[in-house]
């Protein structure tokens, strides 16, 4: 109990704790999207960042020397998802692992009785022990253009949030029982559209990368939800509406 209140005041005070000149700069310069944010909600994701860049370990993989730089802009895209969702800050996070570039991931497949071991690009990973792995290349590319639907860091975090609760299967904690009969509903219609006009090779708003599997869906469509909103809602509004009421924020009232 003790060690709760300790935890709760320690980051009450983090909140409040401004982000100094130097890292706004960065933010602004690495990150265009804070532009789009009122006030209110710049001075809220700072708080987030400062709580995140507290409590989470950074390290860097193949010959990366990590910098504040790179510690502040990645905190501020992760943290994006968290405004207006409480004091939670992706409590199963340990580290972020940053390599310079894409990175080649240890892949395991069954071939009959034989499991055969070889590597896969990525750009970044998610893991339920504590790890989320990113390259540093692609979250500065990812970062740069807020309006292409990729953005490797808001890809990976949108993964936390889904395992969350121990499972990645694109269902994450949902405020209320109630919503869980809508979500699974709406985004499980809009998974098989978007898996059949994958076969189908038809063009769509939501990277077909989604249709994998129900995890990569949502973290496809976070991306897609903060940096092609209007397009989103347009296409696919009852799935749009699905993410105000999970993120409580509406991205196109920003731009």
């Not at 990976?156 to 990645?168: P, R």
Request: aromatic fraction near 10%.
């Amino acid at each position: 109990m003790l060690d709760f209140l300790f935890k709760g005041g320690r980051r009450k005070k983090l909140r409040e704790t401004p982000l100094s000149a130097e890292q706004v700069a960065v933010v602004a310069r690495n990150f265009p999207y804070w532009a789009r944010l009122s006030p209110a909600d710049q001075r809220e994701l700072g708080g987030h960042m400062q709580v995140f860049l507290a409590e989470k370990s950074f390290e860097g993989c193949g010959g990366l020397e990590l910098t504040d730089e790179m510690r502040v802009s990645i905190a501020a895209q992760a943290c994006l998802l968290l405004l207006h969702r409480g004091d939670e800050c992706y409590p199963a996070l340990d580290v972020v692992l940053v390599y310079p570039k894409a990175f080649r991931a240890k892949v395991e497949q069954r071939e009959g009785a034989v499991v055969v071991e070889g590597g896969s690009g990525r750009l970044g990973e998610s893991h339920s022990r504590g790890i989320v792995v990113v390259s540093w290349d692609d979250v500065r590319r990812g970062a740069a253009d807020p309006n292409d639907g990729k953005n490797v860091v808001l890809h990976e975090f949108a993964h936390q949030l889904d395992q969350a609760d121990g499972a990645a299967d694109g269902a994450p904690e949902l405020d209320r029982r109630s919503m869980y009969g809508p979500w699974a509903r709406t985004l499980g219609e809009e998974f098989e559209a978007l898996h059949e006009a994958a076969e189908r090779h038809r063009k769509t708003v939501i990277d077909k990368y989604g249709a994998t599997n129900p995890a990569e869906f949502f973290a496809v469509i976070t991306e897609a939800f903060f940096e092609k909103p209007r397009q989103l809602r347009q296409k696919h509004p009852e799935l749009y509406a699905q993410l105000v009421a999970y993120y409580k924020q509406d991205p196109i009232e920003r731009l």
